[in-house]
Nanobody
Framework: QVQLVESGGGLVQAGDSLRLSCVASGRTFNSYSMGWFRQAPGEEREFVAGIGWIKTITYYADSVKGRFAITRDNAKNAVYLQMTGLKPEDTAVYYC???????????????WGQGTQVTVSS
């Protein structure tokens, strides 16, 4: 069992930066691939970024490539999402998730956090 708790969301202006954090409980954190997803009002949840248990494997949605960076610190059981150049269309609830296989499909993620709101004003 893995429990995930996100933090770091908030209200920012377009062009600003934010760093989301997700801390996991459980001793097997470093065996999971981690992902960030987001869901805007009235929209389906979408993949944002993922990182393998090997830190060098990262992948991003085209909409955030070059602006967002996902990293993990296995010693701290944490995964981060550094967001720069934020746009109003990035406004959503952001969720971190853990998967034994990884990927961009939310269905393969077994554990989810409660989400943190990111609002970007124009």
């Amino acid at each position: 069992q893995v429990q995930l708790v996100e933090s770091g969301g908030g209200l920012v202006q377009a062009g600003d930066s934010l760093r989301l954090s997700c801390v996991a409980s459980g001793r097997t954190f470093n065996s999971y691939s981690m992902g960030w997803f987001r869901q805007a009002p009235g929209e389906e949840r979408e993949f944002v970024a993922g990182i393998g248990w090997i830190k060098t494997i990262t992948y991003y949605a085209d909409s955030v490539k070059g602006r967002f960076a996902i990293t993990r610190d296995n010693a701290k059981n944490a995964v981060y999402l550094q967001m720069t150049g934020l746009k109003p269309e990035d406004t959503a609830v952001y969720y971190c998730a853990a998967s034994s296989v990884g990927g961009t499909n939310s269905r393969v993620y077994d554990y989810w956090g409660q989400g943190t709101q990111v609002t970007v004003s124009s």
